[in-house]
């Protein structure tokens, strides 16, 4: 399967039979084998993975010392909800090594998810760094730097040893060295892979040995998918879906998953579009072989209070993804 000079059309909105917008994209999928099985669009271009990138930098971390396993290493590697249990697991790995909130330097925000939102409003809540999406990465990034002994204050800045050496476990699970250095929505630096080798990466999560840091993750984040995400997430859906399923999301329309005997694969919708992510990412998972997923490889369109259509996958990436 090839693409073609400009990224493809991935997904289709359909209103009331009229197609009203299209979504562009990448996709880059690999066979237990480690073989291409899918490249469509520019996928050897650098991206920001965005949250994508918070598995591998967990693994940054437990290979410098960092000793979060189950639960708490899942909201480590996870863009939580901001759920009541998600803030205690973020107190807890914080309270481990003798900190508080207060060291924290992930923005205030009100939890990620509106249902959630609305609950901590109605009990009196205000935004706050514990309910921030990314605040069991950065718990994991301060508790990593007491263990050895780096400073937390600047734990954020590019320089800082905790985030050089999340850029080498990048390099080496993406298989590429990062073409650029960017700040993420929470602060923290961000490095820019290829999608092909952000597939690459979770492909080394899924098949690396029993208690190493790469398994450790995966399995944290597959027996805890609702510490990875939330009760209603996609992500969550999905991994409880097809047993042995990674899955971790990224801003501005990524996906990343695999499987566990090594396919592998990873999106990237060129406008930043996440309600196209999960569609797509259902139908390559279906093109490696995984079946049902029925319920989430279409989102409903609503027009007063009512379905009126769908956002589903373009007859352009079907056709790519139908052998012969």
């Not at 107190?91 to 003798?98: C, F, K």
């Not at 990314?134 to 994991?140: E, I, L, V």
Request: with cysteine.
């Amino acid at each position: 399967m090839t693409g073609a000079e400009a990224n493809p059309v991935l997904v289709e909105v359909v209103r009331s039979g009229f197609v009203e917008s299209r979504h562009r994209g990448v996709v880059a999928a690999v066979g237990a084998d480690g073989d291409p099985r899918v490249r469509l669009g520019a996928v050897e271009e650098p991206i920001f993975p965005r949250s994508a990138n918070k598995p591998l930098q967990a693994v940054a971390m437990l290979r410098h010392g960092l000793t979060l396993d189950g639960r708490l290493l899942a909201v480590a590697a996870g863009s939580h909800s901001g759920e009541d249990f998600h803030v205690e697991g973020v107190v807890q790995i914080l309270a481990g090594v003798g900190l508080t909130a207060d060291a924290l330097r992930c923005p205030e925000s009100w939890p990620l998810e509106l249902p959630v939102t609305l609950d901590v409003a109605r009990a009196g809540g205000v935004p706050s760094r514990l309910r921030m999406n990314c605040s069991g990465k950065h718990a994991a990034m301060l508790a990593t730097c007491v263990v050895n002994g780096w400073p937390t204050e600047s734990y954020r800045a590019p320089d800082h040893p905790l985030q050089q050496a999340v850029r080498a476990a990048i390099a080496d699970l993406a298989g590429e060295s990062p073409a650029a250095v960017g700040v993420d929505g929470c602060g923290a630096p961000l490095f820019a892979v290829s999608t092909l080798g952000v597939a690459r990466a979770f492909r080394a999560l899924a098949l690396a040995g029993p208690g190493t840091p790469e398994r450790r993750v995966a399995d944290a984040m597959r027996a805890h998918p609702e510490w990875t995400s939330g009760a209603g997430r996609d992500e969550r859906l999905l991994m409880a879906a097809v047993p042995g399923l990674l899955v971790k999301c990224g801003a501005e329309g990524v996906d990343a998953f695999a499987l566990a005997d090594g396919r592998a694969g990873a999106i990237k919708i060129e406008d930043g579009a996440k309600r196209a992510r999960t569609p797509v990412t259902v139908a390559v998972l279906r093109a490696l072989g995984v079946d049902g997923l029925a319920d989430l490889a279409e989102a409903p369109v609503h027009g007063g209070g009512e379905v009126v259509g769908a956002i589903r996958v373009a007859p352009t990436l079907l056709a790519a993804l139908t052998p012969g």
